[in-house]
């Protein structure tokens, strides 16, 4: 059974840092592109950032270009989400999954929230 369990939010203030964790465990990770998106309060999920098997090309939603940077380690079975100046429009559950398509049952996520 796969399992994808997100960590590493928190409540931080505007202009700071963040780095999230999805640790991916019952997949053979390094076969799959893997992605972060989230679920702002009252919106619908939305993709923030992809990365493919071997880390060598991401792509990244226009609102978090420059500033959220995806990486992954293929030993560790884990996916990694810098996010740098944030702004209070990056609150959300932020989650994992395989991308572009979606393949497994959403964890439960992690809460992040941009404080003004």
């Known amino acids: 059974q796969v399992q994808l369990v997100e960590s590493g939010g928190g409540l931080v203030q505007v202009g700071g840092s963040l780095r999230l964790s999805c640790a991916a465990s019952?997949?053979?990770?390094?076969?799959?592109?893997m992605g972060w998106f989230r679920r702002p309060p009252g919106k619908k999920r939305e993709f923030v950032a992809g990365?493919?098997?071997?880390?060598?090309?991401?792509s990244y939603s226009d609102s978090v270009k420059g500033r959220f940077t995806v990486s992954r380690d293929n030993a560790k079975n884990t996916v990694y989400l810098q996010m740098n100046s944030l702004k209070p429009e990056d609150t959300a559950v932020y989650y994992c999954?395989?991308?572009?398509?979606?393949?497994?049952?959403w964890g439960q996520g992690t809460q992040v929230t941009v404080s003004s």
């Open positions: 019952g997949l053979n990770f390094s076969n799959y592109a």
């Open positions: 999954n395989t991308w572009p398509g979606v393949r497994f049952t």
């Open positions: 990365i493919r098997w071997s880390g060598g090309s991401t």
